[in-house]
Structures are given as structure tokens and as C-alpha cells.
């Protein structure tokens, strides 16, 4: 069995048993929260989300890149979204690697340098900065004025606001 086949199982055992509003792909709280794919940040269990409340979107890091952007505008310019809140977080994976070494290895294997950048830090409060200045400084946005970055421990669960 793979890891896809027990989800369906879930999903079946489970049923359609989540509360909150349907009626719109509006979310009503006018938030898009962008954070990384990391497994140990439940962004609707850590912010008491209800369906229909705000949009998530997530990648490897939480990092605002050309295609987070094009969802943020998506977010802001159809679907009435006002704020963002951004998190990075602790012992994340892409402090694990450097941007050339990863490249590197991509290189290496297949014969192509991706054209994207890998976004690797070592300080994930410089990574949030720089998350956060590439909303506010987005020429495709509407909505800057409300935009707050933070760090989710992913130990203890607290969250610190870094800009
Ligand atoms: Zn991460």
C-alpha cells in the first residue's frame, strides 16, 4: 500500500465532515498566509482556520517567488484578499542545502542548470525580510499595506513576528 492509497482510505473513513462556509471561493477573511510544505505546520490547525477563511499557499521554504506572486495576485485582484501573513520557520529544509550545491547536483544528474533559484538560507529571519520585501515591492499587488512576517518554532509551536 502506498502513502497515497492510506490518504484515500482516510478520506473515505473520514467523510465530508468539515465545517465552514461553501458558498464562496472568496475567502472571508480577505487573508492569504503563505508558509513553507514542511509536514509539521498545520496552517489551519495552528491559526483555528475554518473552511472558507484564507488562502494558503505553500513551497518548499514559504519563499515569495515569481509563481507565489502570481497567486498572490490572483488572491488580491479576483478574490478580495487584503493581507498577507507570511511564516518561515525553524530547522527548515532549505537550510540544508547551498544554493550552488544544489544546482550542482540538479546539473549533474540531468545534464540541465535549473533556471530557477533554489532560495537556500542559513538565517530564516534574513529569508522572512526578503520574503517580505518582495511582496511589498511587487508591482503586481494591490494590498501592501498589511503584509507581516514571522517564524514558527516547529518545537514549541510559538510564533515571532521578525517584520
Ligand atoms: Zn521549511
Redesign the pocket.
Known amino acids: 500500500m502506498t502513502a497515497i492509497d492510506e490518504l484515500l482510505r482516510r478520506n473515505e473513513e473520514l467523510g465530508n465532515i468539515v465545517p465552514g462556509d461553501r458558498s464562496s471561493p472568496m475567502p472571508s477573511m480577505q487573508v492569504t498566509i503563505l508558509t513553507?510544505?514542511?509536514s509539521r505546520?498545520r496552517v489551519f490547525e495552528i491559526f483555528g482556520l475554518k473552511q472558507g477563511e484564507a488562502h494558503v499557499l505553500r513551497n518548499?521554504?514559504?519563499v515569495v517567488t515569481d509563481d507565489m506572486i502570481r497567486s498572490l495576485a490572483l488572491s488580491q485582484r479576483k478574490l478580495g484578499t487584503r493581507e498577507v501573513l507570511l511564516v518561515?520557520?525553524t530547522?527548515?529544509?532549505?537550510e540544508l542545502v547551498t544554493e550552488d550545491a544544489f544546482k550542482d547536483e540538479l546539473e549533474t544528474d540531468s545534464g540541465m542548470r535549473p533556471p530557477w533559484s533554489v532560495e537556500a538560507f542559513r538565517e530564516v529571519k534574513d529569508s522572512v525580510r526578503g520574503s517580505v520585501n518582495r511582496v511589498r515591492n511587487s508591482p503586481y499587488l494591490i494590498h501592501k499595506d498589511t503584509v507581516r512576517g514571522f517564524v514558527y518554532d516547529v518545537r514549541t509551536g510559538v510564533l515571532t513576528e521578525v517584520i
Open positions: 513553507c510544505m514542511d505546520i518548499a521554504g514559504g518561515h520557520h530547522n527548515c529544509g532549505l
